[in-house]
């Protein structure tokens, strides 16, 4: 399963990684995103991007998960 937290992802969350992520995150040490940015941004952060302000970081991290591209893989007719 996916969280998304300030419009980022983190991928394979269970139950408990979902509770220690929130812990983390309101003692203000969250960690990174499994896709994106190398850090969690802030919701005023992301908002701006998502009002079409580029932060610069579209390139930064891993964009898709697995899971993703072997969807795309499968679709596409491979293995």
């Known amino acids: 399963p996916v969280v998304m937290v300030n419009w980022e992802f983190y991928d394979n969350q269970t139950v408990q990684s979902t509770k220690d992520l929130v812990d983390a995150a309101?003692?203000?040490n969250p960690p990174a995103p499994t896709r994106g940015p190398n850090?969690?941004?802030t919701w005023k952060e992301n908002s701006a991007v998502l009002a079409g302000i580029s932060d610069g970081l579209a390139n930064e991290g891993v964009q898709a998960g697995e899971p993703?591209?072997?969807g795309l893989?499968?679709?596409k007719g491979g293995a």
Do not use: H
């Open 26 to 28: 309101r003692a203000g």
């Open 39 to 41: 850090k969690l941004r």
């Open 68 to 70: 993703t591209l072997l």
């Open 73 to 75: 893989k499968k679709a």
